[in-house]
Each structure stands twice: as C-alpha cells, then as structure tokens.
C-alpha cells in the first residue's frame, strides 16, 4: 500500500470506531512511523510502504481504534512546548491546563527572590516541569498519591532537567507537607469528575486516564473544599491558590472559598471561553 492508500484506509477504520479527526489521527500515526514530520506525507502520498512498516501502522491503529489515547501509542504529549512521556499511570495534559501553568509562572517571575510553589496532584509532572522550567528561580513541591505518577513526573523533571528543583512527594492530599510550610503558591488541577459522571466520559479517558486523576467525590469538588478549608495553613501570608475547575463549576468553586474566607482574584477563560482557572488569595 502507499502512503496515501494507507491513511484513507486507517481514517475509514477510525471513523468506523467513532474516534474525533480520523484522518489527522491518521496522519499523524503514520509520520510517526514512517520517522516523517506529518507535512512531509503530503510530498510522499505515492510511496511505497515496506512490510515491517505496515505491520506497525496496522498495530497501532488497531490500538487507535480501541480508543486508546493517541498520546499513550506516540509515548508522548506536548505541553507548553515541552514533551512529556505519558501513559496509562497518569492524565494526559489537557490544553486548558497549559493556561494555568502560564498564570501560575507570570506570578512566580513576579515574586522576589526563590518563591515556592506546590503543585497538587502533579500526575506526569507538567505543571511542576512547565514552572521549574519557566520560572527558573522557583523551587517547586510536587505532590501526589499515587507512587506510579510522581515515577512519571520524576522522569520527566530529568528529562528536562529540573529534578534537582523539584521535590516529589508521595502524600495524600497535604499530609505529608509540613504545615507552615509558607508557600507562596499552590497550583493544582485536582480531579474534579463527579463520580457518576466517570462512566460517561469518552473511552479515551474513561478507560485509559487513571480513575484517580477523575474521580472528585459525589458532586467533584471534594479536593475544592478540603484546599477552601485547609490550604491557608500552607500558604505564605501573600500566598495565592491557583486551581483549574470543571466546566461549569466556577459558581460553587468561588462559594466555597469565599466561605472560607478566600478572596477569589480572577477567573481565567478557555479557549471557549468558559472560565476553567480560578485565582485566589486569603482575607
Ligand atoms: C487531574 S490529574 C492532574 C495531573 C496533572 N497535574 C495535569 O494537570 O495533567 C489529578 C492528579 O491528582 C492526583 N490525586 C488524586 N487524589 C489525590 C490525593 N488525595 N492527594 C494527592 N494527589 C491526588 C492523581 O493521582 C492525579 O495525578
């Protein structure tokens, strides 16, 4: 088969399975394969593929169509610019979150001398790597309760060299972070999936994200309301929160911590303009 044949063949199969952008997932299999950039495909439409070449974009399709995340069969995904192994231990990174780390970077540049921030729930560690890497005075705290993502997220910090700024932690929750610990910011894109909702969400994250990095409690916003109630003891007293949210949860994210006293700073958009990032800081 030829290059073109091969991705009209792979795109139909995809369609068949209900996966999004078919031909791009395509595309982008097969100049992966084939050591191309994906533009370069288009040069090469009439070229032959050789055996062992075939046999893998077979395999990997057949993955593709299984709903397994594209980012899981390439090994990788780009966030901010940087690339971070991912797999089926941590969340793949979400575009929205690329807005927090650079809200959350502008304000640590701000800051004088080596501020500290935590980040809660670090996953494949982007968000702590993403800052090391941006705000090169930082040292960062990276959290998470699970051992198999801060493995993760330690192999990406020496990827990018930044291990040696980045202390990971295995905690759940704060426990394991001394209290007083005068942060000046925690960020954190915490799981905030109402439980029920878990079973609804497409194959790609529903079978392939860890159910950890989902799953926020009854109504999602379990880690919300324990950061409203508790976060401040970790926090210098000009220490700011940073969190992503769901959409559709900024109304019951500022509630709860102005309930407890937070002043909510700032609202950030996505793409669709929804707000996804909330900023706050303590009365
Ligand atoms: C939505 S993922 C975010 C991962 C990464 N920060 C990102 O933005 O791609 C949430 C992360 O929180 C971690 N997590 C879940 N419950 C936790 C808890 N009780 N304490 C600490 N981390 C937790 C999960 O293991 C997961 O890595």
Not at 180 to 203: C, F, H, Q, W
Not at 219 to 234: I, N
Not at 236 to 248: C, P
Not at 252 to 280: C, G, M, S, T
Request: hydrophobic content about 40%; overall charge negative.
């Amino acid at each position: 088969m030829t290059v073109l044949e091969t991705i009209q063949r792979s795109a139909e199969f995809l369609t068949r399975k209900g996966v999004e952008s078919p031909r791009l997932n395509a595309e982008l299999l097969l100049a992966r394969v084939l050591s191309l950039p994906r533009m370069r495909l288009y040069l090469e439409f009439e070229r032959p593929l050789a055996a062992a070449e075939t046999d893998l974009m077979r395999e990997w399709v057949k993955r593709r169509g299984l709903r397994e995340p594209l980012q899981h069969i390439l090994g990788g995904s780009n966030f901010c610019g940087f690339e971070f192994r991912v797999d089926s231990r941590v969340l793949v990174p979400r575009p929205e979150t690329e807005l927090l780390a650079e809200a959350a970077w502008q304000y640590l540049n701000s800051r004088e001398g080596e501020p500290v921030v935590l980040d809660y729930g670090t996953g494949s560690g982007c968000l702590a790597v993403t800052l090391a890497l941006k705000a090169p005075k930082c040292r960062v705290l990276a959290i998470d309760v699970s051992p198999d993502a801060l493995e993760v997220a330690r192999g990406n910090a020496q990827v990018h060299k930044v291990d040696g700024r980045i202390s990971f932690i295995l905690s759940d929750r704060l426990v394991a972070v001394t209290p007083g610990a005068k942060l000046d910011l925690i960020v954190g894109n915490p799981p905030y999936i109402a439980t029920e909702e878990v079973s609804r969400l497409e194959p790609e994250v529903r079978l392939f994200d860890p159910l950890l990095a989902l799953n926020g409690g009854i109504d999602g916003l379990d880690h919300y309301r324990f950061l409203a109630a508790e976060a401040g003891g970790w926090l210098s007293e000009s220490g700011k929160v940073m969190l992503e949210i769901g959409d559709g949860q900024e109304i019951a994210v500022r509630e709860l911590l102005e309930k407890q006293n937070w002043i909510v700073e700032a609202e950030i958009k996505d793409y669709n303009q929804r707000p996804r990032i909330i900023v706050a800081c303590q009365r």
